[in-house]
């Protein structure tokens, strides 16, 4: 399958900072990117969709001024945690699918933040 | 109604069990079907396509019922290396909807 890379792969920061968290497709193009977030037990929830060269689009209750996506390039997407606060903590998931009909998605091995 | 709904389990199943997974979607002009693995504190990783027809890999069997709207998972022989959650992902144009995953747990 396609690689998609995330980085950092875990962060820890204080209340009030602004997190940056970058996804990449490695070996392919892709114009859509997709961004989760995950907590304890519960099932990954999408939080926006990021388009190449345009605007993010946020899912009903994700602020996108506290998440700020960017999609700069075909294989680069940036999620940015404005002012982080402990119930930002969480498991932060990307994914982009390869141009082939079937839209799998493959993801990225995801980003823990600890927000103190 | 939760657009993909499954069974959250446990399933606690021995080594060689077979067992079987179901899932249902809401909408009726969804397009593409998955089933991903998510082991513990890691991301989903794609099992398999479900394809109209049907489809198998190895132990592991697939079914997509349209008219009934249900999608379904078979794992024959099951291994320790099983144990995980299983995530069934619906494709409507190109929005990615997850059920809540079932969590297996095959015991020695």
């Known amino acids: 399958g396609a690689v998609v890379s995330q980085h950092p792969s875990w962060v820890i920061c204080k209340s009030g900072t602004s997190v940056k968290i970058e996804c990449r497709s490695l070996?392919?193009?892709?114009?859509?990117m997709f961004w989760y977030r995950q907590f304890p037990k519960q099932s990954l929830m999408l939080m926006a969709t990021s388009n190449e060269g345009s605007k993010a689009t946020y899912e009903q209750g994700v602020e996108k001024d506290k998440f700020l996506i960017n999609h700069a390039s075909l294989t680069l997407s940036t999620l940015t945690v404005t002012s982080a606060h402990p119930e930002d903590s969480s498991f932060y998931i990307c994914?982009?699918?390869?141009?082939?009909?079937?839209?799998?998605?493959?993801f990225g091995p995801g980003t823990r933040l600890t927000v103190l | 109604r939760k657009e993909v709904e499954q069974d959250p389990g446990p399933f606690n199943v021995p080594e060689g069990a077979t067992v079987a997974f179901n899932c249902t979607y809401s909408n009726s002009a969804s397009q593409s079907f998955f089933w991903y693995r998510q082991d513990c504190r890691k991301e989903p990783k794609l099992l398999m396509s479900v394809y109209s027809s049907g489809n198998e890999d190895g132990r592991f069997t697939a079914q997509l019922n349209r008219a009934s709207q249900y999608i379904s998972l078979l794992i024959r022989d099951s291994k320790l290396s099983d144990s995980a959650t299983y995530l069934c992902?619906?494709?409507?144009?190109?929005?990615?909807?997850f059920g809540a995953g079932t969590r297996l747990t095959v015991k020695p």
């Open positions: 070996d392919f193009q892709a114009t859509t």
């Open positions: 994914s982009a699918g390869t141009p082939s009909g079937y839209n799998e998605q493959f």
């Open positions: 992902v619906v494709n409507d144009n190109n929005d990615m909807r």
